[in-house]
């Protein structure tokens, strides 16, 4: 029966990886798919409504504190890795009884979409490699919890295509928060 239990184990991380793999592959292919004008807060929200027992399944909340949407150009599967990486790395590298907050505000021209989590942090030194492929922070737990050290390569590469940026500020031992800028698109025109 363990046996059984270790091959379905096993079998669903190489299904991750190869998933991450064709992502990367999609993303470094010289033809960007085509953007489209599309609202945030649809697209966070299946993602929080997808990751949520998973959540719940490691003793971790997730929030979704969403002030105002914007409308940004990207395509929707674009916006769903993004998110989808962040809170799941959220996730994967919090603590019991932990939370992973998604926050969506805009200033004047930026939407700014946060994903905070109150997990085990990343180490200083290592914060200037985490978006380079296969780099891992913790290799034992990355094994152990199915990471590949390729998400964030993959989201970082995705932000960039469509015109992004992303940052990461993190402490070991007290959490980390990603923030991810992308300028807003707003189809109401003002009537003055």
Aim: hydrophobic share 40%; no cysteine; aromatic share 6%.
């Amino acid at each position: 029966r363990e046996f059984v239990e270790d091959i379905g184990s096993e079998a669903e991380r190489l299904n991750r990886m190869t998933a991450k793999l064709l992502s990367l592959t999609k993303v470094d292919s010289q033809e960007p798919p085509e953007s489209e004008l599309i609202r945030m807060f649809p697209t966070i929200n299946r993602v929080v409504r997808m990751l949520r027992p998973v959540a719940e399944r490691s003793s971790v909340e997730i929030l979704a504190e969403l002030e105002q949407d914007s409308t940004v150009l990207i395509t929707e599967d674009d916006l769903y890795q993004i998110v989808f990486n962040l809170v799941e790395n959220g996730i994967k590298y919090n603590r019991a009884q932990g939370s992973v907050t998604v926050r969506v505000d805009r200033t004047e021209d930026l939407a700014r979409l946060t994903v905070a989590d109150t997990g085990v942090g990343i180490p200083e030194d290592a914060l200037e490699h985490i978006f380079e492929r296969f780099y891992r922070v913790d290799k034992a737990r990355s094994r152990q919890t199915g990471g590949s050290g390729l998400g964030l390569a993959i989201v970082r590469a995705i932000v960039l295509r469509n015109r992004g940026d992303i940052q990461v500020e993190s402490t070991s031992g007290s959490g980390t928060v990603f923030t991810v800028t992308f300028p807003i698109f707003d189809t109401e025109v003002d009537e003055t």
